[in-house]
């Protein structure tokens, strides 16, 4: 089955460039999502289709999907960014997430 | 404004059922796909299921297949998820969450999801 592999944390100081990659066998040939999830909330969709914003997301939010790694890109980080974040792909008819990266923004 | 408000969790013992249900409205319900995600305590996200917008094409997570069964009713604007023989693994906040994309501009496979609900609560214990 397909994995998805996310560095377990990331730190950044304030002000500072994040960036979240996620892994996977050629992932540059699918569509990959990113979602943020606060402590007891909900995820939100942050980036689709690789780089994409939905309305209302920042444009600091940013995304890129080339050969194996997809990067999740948070510029200008901010308090209010710390959160978990997930990337998503669809494989052979099931989604798969990615385990999950822990932002912290000090 | 998409809601999404999921009803029908809670305590149940192992081998049990449980019926998920999840009231959409904001949207023409019945162009998108919808999912379910679930979420154990203290863990990383997990695709339990999704559905096509007219209902002809389902979808399952290994994990879940032959014991869950996810419908829609597009006439009431929600979908559901049929729980069966539940195990302690099960334990998990369930969120429903709507297609990105409609059944007019994309694939189910090659949906996001965007909104999610609040989510309900499974507990599988005895």
């Known amino acids: 089955s397909y994995e998805l592999t996310q560095p377990l944390s990331v730190s950044v100081a304030l002000g500072q460039t994040a960036r979240i990659t996620c892994g996977g066998n050629n992932i540059g040939s699918k569509n990959v999502h990113w979602y943020q999830q606060k402590s007891g909330q909900a995820p939100v969709l942050v980036i689709y289709?690789?780089?994409n914003r939905p309305s209302g997301i920042p444009e600091r939010f940013s995304g890129s999907n080339s050969g194996n790694t997809a990067t999740l890109t948070i510029s200008r980080a901010q308090a209010g960014d710390e959160a978990d974040y997930y990337c998503?792909?669809?494989?052979?008819?099931?989604?798969?997430f990615g385990g999950g990266t822990k932002l912290t923004v000090l | 404004e998409v809601q999404l408000l999921e009803s029908g969790g809670g305590l149940v013992q192992p081998g049990g059922s449980l019926r998920l249900s999840c009231a959409a409205s904001?949207?023409?319900?019945?162009?998108?796909?919808m999912s379910w995600v679930r979420q154990a305590p203290g863990k990383g996200l997990e695709w339990v299921s999704a559905i096509s917008g007219g209902g002809g094409s389902t979808y399952y997570a290994d994990s879940v297949k032959g014991r869950f069964t996810i419908s829609r009713d597009n006439s009431k604007n929600t979908l559901y998820l049929q729980m069966n023989s539940l195990r302690a693994e099960d334990t998990a906040v369930y969120y429903c969450?709507?297609?990105?994309?409609?059944?007019?501009?994309?694939?189910?496979?090659?949906?996001?999801?965007?909104?999610w609900g609040q989510g309900t609560l499974v507990t599988v214990s005895s």
């Open positions: 969450a709507k297609g990105g994309c409609s059944s007019t501009s994309c694939y189910t496979e090659h949906n996001w999801f965007d909104p």
């Open positions: 904001g949207f023409t319900f019945n162009t998108y796909a």
């Open positions: 289709r690789d780089s």
């Open positions: 998503q792909v669809w494989d052979s008819s099931t989604v798969v």
